[in-house]
């Protein structure tokens, strides 16, 4: 039914093989649009779209940990244990 076809990246102008395989993995999906950016660039957007992530102390256990918020001075932050131990105390 699907048959690979050559696209070509709009980010690096390479030649990029669409594979029968992903046009099926679109069509289950309900994605209508062909990529427009080879695997490598794809790779590269994505991972510089990852947030930032910033280096804390929690402030109930001590932990370093990472959150993905910048920390404002004088206000508690807590590491992920600890915060999910809070909210289920609340519950």
Known sequence: MYQDETLTCEDCGCSFIFTS????????????????RCPECRKKRRQNNKKRMYD??????????KVPFKPVMGKEVYCKECYKQMQESTI
């Open 21 to 36: 395989g992903e046009q099926e993995f679109y069509a289950e999906k309900g994605l209508v649009n062909k990529p427009k």
């Open 56 to 65: 804390v102390v929690c402030s109930k256990c001590g932990a370093n940990t």
